[in-house]
């Protein structure tokens, strides 16, 4: 059984500011880490792995020092990992990331289950898992908030939508897009970090790829162009909740579920 | 004998401190009878939410003349009984007075009301790029409630206690006096500290009504290691060879398997790793990722050289929030755990954790009890915890006083202390007693008595 997660390297920090002026994120001084809901897809697969004695391997793209994540992903237990980097990919959007990862997943091999978080937090799409799933021609479930087994080719999971869960089983090769949450991922061993050889990076570029037409990478195989990046709106507002602590209880407990938080 | 407040008394304190503020009877709410373990229960006869230090100095001015006993109290999340009204009379609520008062970017100091909760001055303290170090468990503790039992916290090992961090107290006397103790300054060499016996003196001298604090600017890196062990034994073993590697970690705190699952339990979360025994907790932190990447280095790789299964890489917003997050949780998580229970908060020589550790699991053995533990490995200070579980009456009782005699005895000989930050309160008296004698309560009682001659400030606690 052989498993790829995609990960994606986002600022370290959740607090990244961005230039009033340039509308550019404020990257400088900060550092990088791996897109916390990548952790909950390679948790998922690392267990699936660790059950039917299968192997994970992670890929990502970005500039030469995503080459860490992959590092991070070996010390959490893959096996090995591919990083595609080439000045061609630069401003991507998720069309043609989706496409770019596609050209590296063909060149990487054929897995049984490709798993990817449920959005990052620095582009916050939530689209590449479905579009990639499109390029390789693989079904693809969003939404996984558990995987029951893996049985006679299919896997069976639970998926959730809206307002319910839905149990499914998909063919295998299949792509899924994992929910944030859905377990606690493991850390990054220090012992293993000791044993991490460069042969168990891989890096492909342009060149390595079937399609070598550049106008389906980068910004010329973006289908949209990003006019403006601004922080959102601050909302300090208060409500006060008066009453007996009855009263008070019952007026939280509706105002936080009108709000979804519960 | 106290005077036992009367309806006149009523109108009178209302006049002082306002209606609303004043609570008498079942207006009270049965939580202000307890603390969070203290093993008293008794409602005062009246509670008053303070708003200012001059309403307090009124307060304190009519008790004082009337020789009614004041008992101060902030979150109520003690665990000795300091913060209950032993004697009735009025039980004072500072949780009101809960304002951050100033920043002073030129002496790295912020002034503080008692009511501000530790968690609202660390984060406070964060958005401003600076840390206050002392991190106690309990967050929603107040500062005034950490200043008055010199509360300790996970950073001790490198950054000290809550009295390295008190500069000044302005506090109201027994008598309504309101004074300034100690000063905005780094050093001070003016007579006795009355400050610093003020600090950890749990409201049996004068009552805290704003503090002013040091700060230190924020440390930009921090990691932490999780070390698996396949023991305790292994684990508490491997704390001296790190203190001895001279790097100097923010916090070693030890956890067993056991109450990480506990904690698992309560708060509805995964921790990250339960395959093993025992886990080692430590963090670094510093201004380079240079340097603290190399403390970490230095002291993974010590910890693998004598046993550790592994040491996992604590370095992101999640992963620490999902580790730390747990290790907070633990006192409420042992107590959840079972029907009852009560805690000793020793404090021992560093080098003498181990054999600590080993003691109480060798008296859990003799005793048929069971005694969770966890604590601050790198500074000697240990929460060990005696569970009641099914335990009657009366087996509760006997065990329990045998295994206390037993582990403050046991403290006692290999140099430690009765308590290392929770403070004595009512529930450790005795033991304190026992442990410095005659002579060394003596000279305390007379230092109460000096602060507050009728002795209406918390009465029955700590030395008295």
């Known amino acids: 059984m052989k498993f790829l997660v995609c990960v994606k ?100 091999g054929e897995f049984d289950i490709i798993f990817c978080g449920k959005q990052t937090t620095d582009g916050d799409t939530a689209q590449v898992g479905a579009e990639l799933s499109e390029y390789l021609g693989l079904p693809n479930v969003s939404n996984v908030i558990s995987i029951e087994e893996i049985k006679d080719g299919k896997v069976y999971l639970t998926a959730a939508l809206d307002d319910k869960n839905v149990k499914m089983s998909v063919k295998m090769p299949c792509l899924i897009s994992v929910d944030g949450d859905i377990n ?65 209880s019952q007026a939280l407990f509706e105002l936080i579920s009108a709000k979804k938080i519960i | 004998m106290y005077k036992t407040i009367d309806n006149t008394d009523i109108l009178n304190l209302k006049q002082i401190a306002g209606d609303l503020n004043v609570f008498v009877g079942d207006e009270i709410s049965p939580d202000y009878a307890h603390d969070e373990l203290g093993g008293i229960e008794k409602m005062p006869d009246m509670l008053i939410k303070a708003e200012s230090t001059l309403q307090i100095s009124n307060i304190m001015k009519y008790a004082y003349d009337n020789n009614i006993p004041v008992t101060v109290r902030g979150s109520g999340t003690g665990l000795v009984g300091s913060a209950v009204a032993a004697e009735g009379g009025i039980l004072l609520e500072t949780t009101g007075m809960n304002k951050i008062l100033n920043l002073d970017n030129d002496n790295l100091t912020v002034t503080v009301q008692p009511g501000v909760l530790l968690m609202e001055l660390a984060a406070f303290a964060e958005e401003n790029d600076f840390l206050y170090p002392p991190d106690p468990g309990e967050k929603s503790a107040t500062i005034g409630g950490n200043i008055s039992t010199n509360a300790g916290g996970m950073r001790a090992v490198k950054y000290g206690v809550t009295r390295d961090y008190v500069r000044e107290l302005t506090v109201v006397m027994p008598n309504g006096e ?73 916090a070693i705190e030890y956890m067993s398997r056991d109450t990480i699952l506990f904690s698992e339990s309560y708060l509805g979360k995964r921790f990250p790793d339960t395959k093993n025994e025992a886990y080692i907790l430590l963090t670094f932190d510093g201004n380079t990722d240079a340097q603290v990447e190399q403390d970490m280095k230095t002291v ?85 915890y005696i569970c009641r579980d099914d335990l009657n009456d009366q087996d509760w009782e006997r065990i329990l006083n045998v295994c206390f005699d037993e582990m403050y005895k046991k403290a006692e000989e290999i140099g430690g202390l009765v308590s290392g930050e929770h403070g004595i309160g009512y529930a450790k008296k005795g033991y304190l007693k026992k442990q410095y004698g005659e002579s060394h309560i003596a000279l305390m009682q007379g230092i109460k008595k000096v602060f507050d001659p009728k002795n209406i400030l918390n009465p029955g606690k700590v030395c008295f």
């Not at chain 1, 990088?32 to 792995?49: G, I, Q, R, W």
């Not at chain 2, 230190?216 to 001895?244: C, G, N, Q, T």
């Not at chain 2, 060798?362 to 490995?377: C, E, T, W, Y």
Request: proline share 5%.
């Open chain 1, 9 to 108: 390297q986002v600022p370290g920090s959740n607090n990244v500011q961005v230039d009033p002026v340039t509308g550019v994120l404020k990257r400088s001084g900060i550092q990088s880490k791996m897109n916390p809901y990548d952790l909950y897809s390679l948790e998922a697969a690392l267990s699936l792995a660790e059950r039917y004695e299968g192997s994970v391997q992670t890929i990502t793209m970005g500039p030469p020092q995503a080459k860490a994540v992959i590092v991070e992903t070996i010390c959490m237990g893959a096996e090995s990992g591919t990083v595609l980097s080439d000045r061609k990919f630069a401003g991507a959007d998720v069309l043609a990331t989706a496409y770019t990862i596609s050209q590296g997943i063909e060149k990487t």
């Open chain 1, 184 to 248: 606690s991922p493991r850390l990054p061993s220090y012992k293993v970090k000791q044993t991490v050889t460069d042969d168990m990076v891989r890096f492909l570029s342009f060149d390595d790829f079937d399609d070598k037409n550049p106008n389906n990478y980068g910004l010329n195989g973006s289908a949209t162009q990003v006019e403006r990046i601004f922080p959102p709106e601050k909302n300090a507002e208060k409500q006060e909740i008066k009453g007996t602590s009855a009263e008070q």
């Open chain 2, 178 to 250: 309101i004074m300034k103790l100690g000063g905005r300054v780094a050093k001070n060499s003016s007579g006795y500290s009355l400050k610093d016996l003020v600090i950890g003196s749990e409201g049996t001298l004068c009552i805290i009504c704003e503090a002013v604090l040091k700060l230190i600017p924020l440390p930009k890196v921090s990691i932490s290691l999780l070390v698996p062990f396949k023991d305790m034994k292994s684990a508490i073993e491997a704390v001296p060879h790190i203190i001895r590697s001279k790097v100097t970690p923010t």
């Open chain 2, 300 to 384: 993974a790789d010590l910890c693998l050289e004598i046993g550790a299964i592994d040491a996992y890489i604590v370095d992101t917003e999640e992963r620490k929030k999902a580790v730390w997050s747990a290790r907070g949780a633990f006192l409420e998580a042992i107590k959840a755990s079972t029907t009852e229970m009560d805690e000793c908060d020793v404090v021992v020589p560093g080098n003498k954790v181990d054999e600590f550790i080993k003691f109480t699991h060798q008296l859990a053995d003799k005793m048929n009890v069971r005694i969770p533990s966890f604590g601050h490995a790198g500074d000697g200070n240990l929460h060990i």
